[in-house]
Nanobody
Framework: QVQLVESGGGLVQAGGSLRLSCAAS????????RNWYRQAPGKQRELVAI???????IYANSVKGRFTISRDNAENTVYLQMNSLKPEDTAVYYC??????????????WGQGTQVTVSS
């Protein structure tokens, strides 16, 4: 069974930085794209960053130049480095991975979410 476990959220002042981690474990044959989403209170979940299997990255306009998605292949871990944080970045952050496991077919897996709160 595949699991994604996130860590690194917390409370930070505006202008500060946080680094989120998302570790994948279990029966993983292949990791495809790794994504970060966020959901603020009363709003829909939105895509923040994408890291494809070939290493390409895509960012939402709202975080471009401030957030960086990266990975550690040896640890099956993806990171989201968040700099110059703003109060509007406050949300629950979720990682998602498209993984080929025991079934042999790609499936979406989600982490449990980690709270990021940016104070003004």
């Amino acid at each position: 069974q595949v699991q994604l476990v996130e860590s690194g959220g917390g409370l930070v002042q505006a202008g500060g930085s946080l680094r989120l981690s998302c570790a994948a474990s279990g029966s993983i044959f292949k990791l495809n794209s790794r994504n970060w989403y966020r959901q603020a209170p009363g709003k829909q979940r939105e895509l923040v960053a994408i890291l494809t299997s070939d290493g390409s990255t895509i960012y939402a306009n709202s975080v471009k130049g401030r957030f960086t998605i990266s990975r550690d292949n040896a640890e099956n871990t993806v990171y989201l480095q968040m700099n110059s944080l703003k109060p509007e970045d406050t949300a629950v952050y979720y990682c998602k991975a498209i993984i080929v496991g025991d079934s042999g077919t790609p499936r979406d897996y989600w982490g449990q979410g980690t709270q990021v709160t940016v104070s003004s």
